[in-house]
């Protein structure tokens, strides 16, 4: 053992944390994971999550490669994905005012909490207060703030109502609860679901408590791995992520509460077929009864980030085509195929240039750097539930970037390529042939989840940019759509507009807080859980007669929640 190791031995787990060259992943808390780092110093387990079957662990950046190769395949379906937020007379169009001002029902979501993980919550806000000046914020964890953190959690700190009643009752608010949202879609998103604002700003569930998690941005290892330069939107690990929603879960249980998760989060990379980490803890946590997850489709459907194609035999060839304008620092994209194929690539440059077919060789990265260009290329096979292939070019030459797909081992020879998504992807970097198929993000893919598209209810149109189904599990997606384009909510600045399906998603975690209030809370339906709310909700869309649903677009139609209680009534 050298004297490096011997140090990593001595520090304890929150001094290791606290490193900054300290990398976490998500791995299966299995007896073979726990064996494996027994002799090894530099990689420290930290908290255990979705029923004890997983474990967040950390290691030194150095160390990555070893751990990558030594834990092999698995190693790679359970690193972090990266997520950004979603989203840049809502409650009429979707039948939830009704449903509040039904004398009969009245259902304003008391006695269920609401929680986000996103960008924060901006606490001062008259929307998150009772009318004596109190706050309906139960907790907020920021993980950014060291101070106070959640028990077996070892960073950020935790801040319950009677803090921040504290803070709101002072002078100066921020000095005894300094957590603030300074990106404003956390926000947002909370004034939407549950704040108690009037007429358009009115929440769709105003009487729920909220709880609300701040994440802290990507670790530096993630993002350079990720190739971000940090001019995009910001990016959040999905271990922080889930760490957040078991975080609001715990709560939950503690008070004895059901429970909402609206995820306005989202990555395109990632296999789209549910078998992510991140997408299995989620369904996972579904299962439970009055724990409800709904998450933003995505406003993927026209922004060229996706295309697939068909290989029918072995020795074919097919291209993939994409734009790259100038003053492009770099563009990373993925292609996705069946686990028992083989496809190999090569990549052209606008001038002509070629890599060469590079032969599969898996996760093991080939770099080729071009003679006439500066453009360096990387090509990393990775195989696990289906094949991986991750392209990256730093400095790309502008123009045409052709990518040849060889069939070495065909069957069924579909392939689906992604770009990341809007506002992590440079802007000037597009598929010549896109599809708007199977563009729903991950976690919305997730087999339990609600997946909710967005539509402009002014118009009764599909929100251009709302993301098409189906996922490739396959399962029909998005479920329905809400209203999401120029909801009105509130930011730390103020009064403001969002259009994007993550506005949508707070619209249908609102109307899913008053389904377990009026099943949960009132009795009518104890047992209220992810598929019955998801199937009453699909049963009170409203739907056209010229269009043929479930589809990739509108999935079962648009959300109408008093037609839920007709068809209640009716059944």
Not at 28 to 36: L, Q, V
Not at 87 to 116: D, H
Not at 202 to 208: E, S, V, Y
Request: aromatic content about 10%; glycine content about 10%; charged content about 20%.
């Amino acid at each position: 053992m050298n004297s490096g190791e011997a140090s990593y031995e001595s520090m304890s787990l929150d001094e290791f944390i606290s490193r900054p060259d300290t990398v976490d992943f998500a791995f299966n808390n299995s007896i073979r994971f726990r064996k494996y780092i027994e002799s090894r110093p530099y990689i420290k387990a930290g908290t255990v999550f979705g029923s004890g079957g997983y474990v967040v662990a950390y290691s030194d950046r150095k160390h990555m490669d070893e751990i990558f190769n030594d834990l092999g395949a698995d190693f790679l379906t359970v690193y972090p994905q990266l997520l950004t937020p979603l989203g840049e007379a809502a409650n009429i169009a979707a039948g939830i005012s009704q449903t509040q001002k039904q004398p009969y029902l009245g259902l304003r979501g008391k006695g269920v909490l609401i929680g986000f993980v996103d960008t924060g919550i901006d606490y001062t806000k008259d929307e998150f207060r009772y009318e004596d000046g109190s706050s309906k914020i139960k907790y907020i964890w920021d993980q950014t703030i060291q101070g106070n953190p959640p028990a077996n959690i070892r960073y950020g700190s935790v801040y319950s109502r009677e803090r921040i009643n504290e803070a709101l009752a002072s002078q100066t608010p921020e000095k005894t609860v300094p957590s603030k949202d300074t990106h404003g879609h956390g926000t947002f998103l909370a004034s939407v679901a549950a704040g108690r604002g009037e007429g358009e700003y009115a929440g769709a569930a105003p009487d729920c408590e909220i709880i609300a998690v701040k994440l802290k941005p990507a670790n530096r290892f993630h993002l350079e791995r990720f190739n971000d330069d940090k001019k995009g939107s910001p990016l959040y690990a999905s271990t922080d992520f889930i760490l957040g929603v078991e975080f609001i879960l715990d709560r939950a249980s503690e008070e004895n509460l059901p429970v909402v998760i609206c995820i306005g989060m989202g990555t395109s990379f990632g296999g789209h077929n549910g078998n992510t980490l991140l997408e299995r803890y989620l369904s996972f946590a579904a299962q439970r009864n009055g724990v409800i997850c709904v998450a933003a489709a995505g406003n993927e459907g026209n922004k060229r980030h996706h295309t697939e194609g068909q290989l029918e035999k072995e020795g074919d060839v097919q291209n993939i085509s994409l734009s790259v304008r100038e003053k492009t620092p770099h563009f990373v994209f993925q292609i996705i195929y069946a686990a028992y194929e083989r496809i190999s690539v090569e990549v052209i440059s606008p001038i002509g240039e070629t890599t060469g077919v590079l032969p599969v060789r898996h996760d093991t990265p080939t770099v080729k750097k071009l003679t006439l260009e500066a453009s360096v290329v990387t090509v990393h096979y990775y195989e696990r539930s289906a094949n991986v292939v991750i392209v990256d070019v730093q400095e790309p030459t502008p123009g045409i970037w052709n990518i040849n797909l060889h069939a070495d081992v065909v069957l069924g020879g579909h392939y689906h390529a992604w770009l990341p998504i809007s506002g992590v992807l440079e802007p000037d970097v597009e598929f010549l042939k896109p599809t708007p198929e199977s563009t729903v993000v991950i976690p919305a893919t997730a087999e339990r989840l609600i997946c909710v598209g967005a539509y402009n209810n002014r118009e009764n149109s599909l929100f251009v940019s709302s993301s098409w189904g189906p996922t490739l599990q396959p399962r029909a997606a998005p479920d329905f759509v809400a209203p999401g384009v120029n909801v009105s909510g509130v930011y730390p600045t103020g009064f403001g507009k969002m259009t994007g399906t993550s506005a949508a998603a707070a619209i249908a975690a609102g109307a899913c807080a008053l389904l377990l209030e009026w099943g949960i809370t009132r009795g009518n339906d104890p047992t209220m859980n992810q598929d019955r709310v998801k199937a009453l909700l699909i049963s009170g869309c409203k739907r056209t007669n010229n269009i043929h649903y479930p589809n990739s677009q509108w999935g079962f139609g648009s959300l109408d929640l008093i037609n839920v209680f007709e068809f209640l009534k009716n059944a």
